[in-house]
């Protein structure tokens, strides 16, 4: 699975407050800022009904079991605020997670989490629901959930082969976005080298700045979340909620290997510091723009992990630990 992607936590977030009780209705406007046409209405979009206060808690009340073959999406309240503007953009919403086949909620996430409207970090089924996206809306999107999983060894529990993913998101603000200019960033992260504390992986760059990073042997890995500078940079400093322009390579612990590396697809990734695990938060926030930082990251949540049944699903081990080398080559500030 693409890491960028998985970078984008679950958990989407809204305050508004609205009673509803709807149905899909056909489909509502279905084209973003430019025009173009998101995924379409269909029969197991339409199919589905939600009950609950706009942002809170919903229950969905019909349409199970969903039979979804492809990816769609039908507008259950029209909004009548901004659109999504463009690539870029920041989205809160609030997101409901259900199993289509016996309408259980899975996940219900209101907590106000802003989320960027950019192909390259969402999911399909995401990016079809927020490039879309008006102010006061909400949407429903059914999919089959081996699609929703990306490619995932595993199926999330209570699931089975064949079953549906349905996610309703409450949509309550857009604002455009704030993207740096490729010009402004720089090639690699550039500064003066620290010394890494004992008992770290070890970083050998190339010319181009790109990390090889070597675990140690016959070392066990760190249980807590551990962070380190290797280079430190001048530029400005990282501030909570800013847009991070991020070079990065992943690797396991546990094998030495990758799983996913910036370098590799040939560009920085960028997204907010409030959008990520918290070991990417822990390394970006306070630091600043062209540092080189290690982020040691076990599987516990609460070590800002991603969690055992994350991993799992992307074809880990439940435990794994993580080791990312970011280099920070730009930032957007928030405010």
Request: glycine share 14%; with cysteine.
């Amino acid at each position: 699975m693409n890491r960028s992607r998985m970078l984008v936590p679950a958990a989407l977030a809204a305050t508004l407050l609205l009673t509803s009780c709807a149905g899909g209705s056909g489909g509502g406007d279905n084209t973003d800022a430019s025009g173009e046409d998101c995924a379409p209405s269909g029969s197991a979009s339409e199919s589905v009904t939600v009950e609950g206060d706009f942002g809170g808690d919903l229950k969905m009340t019909g349409g199970t079991p969903v039979e979804s073959t492809e990816l769609e999406r039908t507008v259950l309240i029209e909004g009548d605020g901004d659109r999504s503007p463009d690539e870029g953009a920041g989205v809160t919403a609030a997101l409901s997670f259900f199993n289509g086949r016996t309408g259980d909620l899975v996940e219900h996430s209101p907590a106000g989490q802003p989320i960027v409207n950019s192909e390259q970090q969402l999911a399909p089924f995401a990016y079809e629901a927020v490039r879309c996206a008006v102010a006061g809306q909400r949407v429903v999107v059914s999919l089959p959930a081996e699609e929703a999983m990306g490619g995932a060894q595993s199926m999330p529990e209570g699931f089975e082969a064949g079953d549906a993913v349905v996610m309703v998101f409450d949509v309550e603000s857009v604002e455009p976005g704030k993207i740096a200019d490729e010009g402004e960033l720089l090639p690699k992260a550039e500064g003066e080298a620290q010394d890494l504390p004992a008992g770290f992986p070890s970083v050998e760059l190339a010319d181009n700045g790109e990390p090889t990073i070597t675990i140690p042997k016959d070392t066990d890995p760190p249980t807590e979340l551990e962070t380190a500078t290797l280079i430190e940079g001048d530029g400005e400093e990282v501030q909570p909620g800013d847009r991070v322009y991020v070079n990065y390579r992943g690797v396991i612990w546990r094998t030495g290997e990758e799983f996913d590396s910036s370098w590799s697809r040939g560009a920085p990734t960028d997204f907010l510091t409030t959008g990520v695990i918290g070991g990417f938060t822990e390394a970006l926030e306070g630091h600043t723009v062209g540092s080189q930082v290690i982020s040691v990251v076990p599987a516990d949540q609460e070590q800002g992990g991603y969690g055992a049944d994350a991993l799992e699903q992307q074809g880990h081990e439940p435990d794994d630990v993580m080791v990312f080398v970011l280099d920070i080559v730009g930032v957007v500030h928030a405010d």
